[in-house]
């Protein structure tokens, strides 16, 4: 089967060859596969032979100036067409440091939302006419990859603590950026797909908890930002597509939420933050497509993780409606036999 195959049946809940197997797995983690034997310029993904999705993205960006304002051995500091200063440092897999926000204030705000233009050039048309009928035709699952909700508002623009406090003291402006969001990535999206580029999905990730919670309330959920989420379901809908929600840390009060608006897939089940995916199979593995779910603490453990696969998959797997992933990405730690081992060890438990 090919990989559009796999998750088309995963996404109606029915049994596949196998299920899917995709994954993100960190820059320092390829070039350790290719010091350890990958051979270079091969997709790791035809090396292992798993799934293939490709994600078209949009710009919706306020499109301030980017500008490198210091270069060291080091890092980098530099400026982001969010007006976010950014920290890079230059040790692999390394994690930025958010220095200052240009968006901090509702007057602000209104300088980034006039700036977020919907011009032409937003979106990807080279790499849609030089790729899109390639991917059709090799049977990859495509996705749009939209932007809005309060994971990128907060991470990516304006700070998790502005965020959080307009949330609780001026609501309105905290909407207004959910939903700015959305209908930029709408209007770009809409314009790609009605010139016959066509998706199989939309996804977006919105992280709303850490460990153990979740950084806001339901009811807040509820009141700010579930009205956007259902927003983008009901677009998916409408085109006969489906929706699916990354959200990282522990969502699990969060569910029947997600569910209620219409949710087809939730990832990445992060069960070191105090997910339970087994638990999410016998409640709503009818309802809800279920993506990762497997620890990535355990990966450089060969024997760890492939006794973690054969206990976790053969039950996640039941009736379709499974994707296998970690429950974040593959970090370096992980050795190229050790993949193999748990490629391996999918394909054998997660066949059907």
Request: negative net charge.
């Amino acid at each position: 089967m090919t990989t559009r195959e796999r998750f088309q049946r995963m996404y109606e809940h029915r049994e596949a060859d196998r299920i899917p197997i995709i994954d993100s797995p960190w820059a320092g983690t390829l070039r350790r596969w290719h010091r350890e034997g990958m051979p270079e310029g091969v997709d790791w993904r035809d090396y292992f032979a798993v799934d293939k999705v490709d994600s078209i993205g949009v710009d919706i960006t306020p499109r301030y100036e980017v500008k490198v304002l210091e270069d060291t051995d080091r890092y980098q500091i530099a400026t982001t067409s969010w007006g976010v200063t950014l920290k890079n440092f230059k040790e692999l897999d390394s994690t930025p440091e958010f220095l200052d926000y240009k968006v901090t204030s509702p007057e602000a705000w209104a300088d980034a939302k006039a700036r977020m233009t919907l011009e032409d050039d937003r979106i990807p048309w080279g790499w849609l006419r030089a790729n899109y009928d390639r991917c059709r035709a090799e049977g990859h699952w495509i996705e749009a990859g939209f932007w809005f909700g309060f994971d990128v508002t907060h991470s990516w623009m304006a700070g998790t603590e502005t965020v959080l406090i307009a949330m609780m003291e001026e609501p309105e402006w905290a909407v207004d950026m959910f939903e700015t969001y959305l209908d930029r990535c709408m209007a770009l999206f809409g314009r790609i797909w009605d010139a016959g580029y066509h998706f199989d999905a939309i996804t977006w990730p919105d992280d709303m908890g850490y460990k153990g919670t979740t950084f806001f309330s339901n009811e807040m959920y509820r009141e700010l930002l579930k009205p956007t989420h259902k927003r983008a379901v009901d677009w998916a809908h409408e085109r006969g597509i489906y929706a699916r929600l990354h959200s990282c840390g522990n969502v699990m009060t969060r569910i029947d939420d997600l569910i209620e608006i219409g949710i087809d897939c939730l990832n990445p089940l992060e069960v070191k933050a105090g997910m339970d995916p087994i638990g999410l199979k016998e409640r709503v593995g009818d309802r809800l497509v279920l993506h990762g779910g497997i620890n990535a603490v355990l990966w450089d453990d060969r024997e760890a993780i492939v006794e973690e696969i054969r206990r976790t998959v053969p039950r996640l797997k039941e009736n379709g409606g499974y994707i296998f992933s970690s429950d974040h990405s593959i970090p370096n730690v992980v050795s190229l036999e050790n993949m193999k081992a748990i490629v391996e060890a999918v394909k054998e438990a997660g066949k059907y």
